[in-house]
């Protein structure tokens, strides 16, 4: 089954939401240096991911064009219009962070290494032990964020499910139409700008920064245009 390590996953992020939700009654100050704690780990996730890039013009090019793309259509706006509106209809009059707690789990969800690579090691291989593994790490992630953040956490299975499931899908075919080679440098340059946005995140989370990491989301489409016209010229 191809969807398997993509459905483990999207089940281990509702579990460890559901968990958190029944663990909400923990102290303010322990809350806060818990995210204190989150915000430095995530940090330091997004640095060793960003340090792994080859190609540092292509992350930075990236990063501009996606700046550019998301601002003008206003992503960061967009996804707090969603978070309040569902906060509006579900929250009962409690103070949330819907939004906070959407985007922030989605990005830490979504951007790395091993999202991808399982989700290719899954469609291409039918091998699902990443996924089980990421699923895993993502539960106990998912717990902690939303004794801070929120069921906001939850809806992070939405964007996790379409992306990883969408590369599995895809993946069964992917070698008609990418050399794995472009592949292999693919990889490693979207994850090290992926890696910059969770450094933004960490720095959100510890109150450092106001960073609008959604606005930056579309630089993870511009790395694959700009890093195959940067390997055509030959630089």
Known sequence: MILFGTLVNGIGIILGSLIGLFL????????????????????L?????????????????????????????????????????????????????????FITASLIFVIGAMAVVGALDSGIRGDHDVLVTKAIIDSFVALVLTTT?????????????????????????????????????????????????????????????KVRVANLLPSLLFIGFILYGWLKLGI
């Open 24 to 43: 909400n009654k923990i102290p303010e100050k322990t809350k806060e240096t818990t995210m204190n704690g989150i915000g430095l780990a995530v940090t």
């Open 149 to 209: 953040l929120g069921w906001g956490v939850m809806l992070s299975v939405i964007p996790v499910l379409l992306y990883e499931g969408g590369i599995a899908l895809l993946s069964t075919q992917i070698h008609n139409w990418i050399p794995q080679d472009f592949m292999d440098v693919f990889i490693v340059e979207m994850t090290a700008t992926g890696g910059i946005l969770i450094v933004a995140i960490g720095l959100n989370i510890l109150h450092i920064t």
């Open 45 to 101: 996730i997004g640095l060793r991911m960003a340090i792994e890039t080859d190609q540092i013009i292509v992350m930075l090019l990236s990063l501009l064009f996606g700046a550019f793309a998301g601002e003008w259509l206003q992503l960061e706006e967009r996804f707090e219009k969603l978070g309040a509106f569902l906060e509006s209809k579900f929250s009962k009059g409690k103070q949330s962070s819907v939004s906070e707690g």
